[in-house]
């Protein structure tokens, strides 16, 4: 494809630290059921691939935050735009996010999941930019640290394509250098 610069995670890399995480969670969990809560839509390819490795029950809920609209900065602007469908009080919930940047997203959500009173709350990011953090989070499991650029591919999107990519990618600056001048 034109707009890849660069090929940062290959789609074999992404897999093997996928069933890593998986069998690093079954383990901390053991027969104890979890629910996943996905963090749409970012997190959908991610979900489904680590659901898959993780041997403990699981159950999955979905949820949406407008986070950073088609724009390639985050606005800051936390916003609930579709809720859990199922109550989490007494469960033990992890988020399956893509990216941590900012961690404004996930700041906010902490606190909301917080106060519905699950048994436990933790965090499973695919990818974490530690150096664009405003917030401090306390994140459980990381699949990738990756460096404060422009990513794209499995579940990151631009301009809301290029989710399904199985890789991650980062795109040519001619393809977004409008969106950030
Ligand atoms: P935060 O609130 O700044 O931590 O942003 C989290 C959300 O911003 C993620 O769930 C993504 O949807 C989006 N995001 C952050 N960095 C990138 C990126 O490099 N590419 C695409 N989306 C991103």
Do not use: W
């Not at 104890?32 to 963090?39: G, R, W």
């Not at 403990?56 to 579709?82: E, H, L, N, W």
């Not at 460096?147 to 394509?161: E, I, S, T």
Request: hydrophobic letters at 40%; a negative charge; proline letters at 5%.
């Amino acid at each position: 494809m034109d707009i890849v610069e660069r090929v940062l995670i290959t789609e074999e890399e992404i897999q093997t630290r996928v069933r890593e995480l998986g069998q690093a969670i079954s383990q901390d969990y053991g027969d104890k059921p979890i629910a996943l809560i996905c963090i749409l839509k970012g997190g959908l390819m991610f979900l489904c691939d680590l659901a898959k490795h993780i041997t403990s029950p699981v159950t999955y809920d979905f949820m949406s935050v407008s986070s950073y609209g088609d724009a390639t900065q985050s606005s800051g602007v936390v916003r609930i735009t579709k809720d859990l469908e199922e109550s989490i009080e007494g469960k033990h919930v992890i988020i399956v996010e893509d990216i941590i940047d900012t961690g404004l997203t996930l700041s906010y959500l902490l606190n909301n999941l917080r106060s519905r009173n699950p048994a436990s709350l933790r965090i499973c990011t695919l990818l974490n930019k530690p150096s664009n953090r405003k917030v401090e989070i306390p994140v459980d499991y990381v699949g990738f640290e990756v460096p404060n650029a422009f990513l794209v591919g499995y579940g990151l999107d631009f301009r809301q394509l290029y989710r399904n990519i199985p890789y991650i990618f980062i795109p040519k600056p001619k393809y977004y250098q409008d969106e950030i001048d």
